[in-house]
């Protein structure tokens, strides 16, 4: 099984900052990463997929790289509504398909 | 734009079966893969299976030999079965569509596994 592994758990931020989080796989995934937000009571959005696409309707302030096993989801400038837990997910090596533990980005 | 709705009894007794049904509406159940997700208390997201519209599967490893996905195509739905269920599949579970990324999702359904 490919283990995903977030970091950091939690991430405290200011509306307007640059948010950095990072996802590291256990064997490659070559570009076959995904990264999803998801807010309280709410089903995950997707927000970046085949590690650097945006998803649909997705603002340009999310920003997906990296290859292999090292992958960076990046958010520009923090609106107040980018407060919510994001994870990764891979579907590189067949099943299963995993996700990583998220990471809780909260307001400073 | 495709809606996905689980519907299905909250409530399952220990060692009993689970039994989901996704509802697409607003497109055809075809050409994607369709998957079921759930997530515990508290917890990450755990993949389930996933079933393509050809109706080949592929299963968690973890829960291979409790699972079936199966599809519905005139009705444009599918459905999981999770047979001897315990307290540890308490979850929220939900149905999504995928390609590249699961990029539909339903609301989700919490069942609660408990006598």
């Known amino acids: 099984e490919n283990v995903l592994t977030q970091s950091p758990a939690t991430l405290s931020l200011s509306p307007g900052e640059r948010a950095t989080l990072s996802c590291r796989a256990s064997?490659?995934?070559?570009?076959?990463l995904a990264w999803y937000q998801q807010k309280p009571g709410q089903a995950p959005r997707l927000l970046i997929y085949d590690a650097s696409k945006r998803a649909t309707g997705i603002p340009a302030r999310f920003s997906g790289s990296g290859s292999g096993t090292d992958f960076t989801l990046t958010i520009s400038r923090l609106e107040p509504e980018d407060f919510a837990v994001y994870y990764c997910q891979q579907r590189s090596d067949g099943p299963p398909l995993t996700f990583g533990q998220g990471t809780r980005l909260e307001i400073k | 734009q495709v809606q996905l709705q689980e519907s299905g009894p909250g409530l399952v007794k220990p060692s009993a079966t689970l039994s989901l049904t996704c509802t697409v509406s607003?497109?055809?159940?075809?050409?994607?893969?369709w998957s079921w997700i759930r997530q515990s208390p508290g917890k990450g997201l755990e993949w389930v299976g996933y079933?393509?519209?050809?109706?080949?599967?592929n299963y968690n490893p973890s829960l291979k030999s409790r699972v079936t996905i199966s599809l519905d195509t005139p009705n444009n739905r599918f459905s999981l079965r999770l047979t001897s269920v315990t307290a540890a599949d308490t979850a929220t579970y939900y149905c999504?569509?995928?390609?590249?990324?699961?990029?539909?999702w339903g609301q989700g359904i919490h069942v609660t596994v408990s006598s």
């Open positions: 999504a569509r995928h390609l590249r990324g699961f990029d539909n």
């Open positions: 064997q490659t995934v070559t570009s076959y």
């Open positions: 607003g497109g055809s159940i075809g050409t994607f893969y």
């Open positions: 079933i393509y519209y050809t109706g080949i599967t």
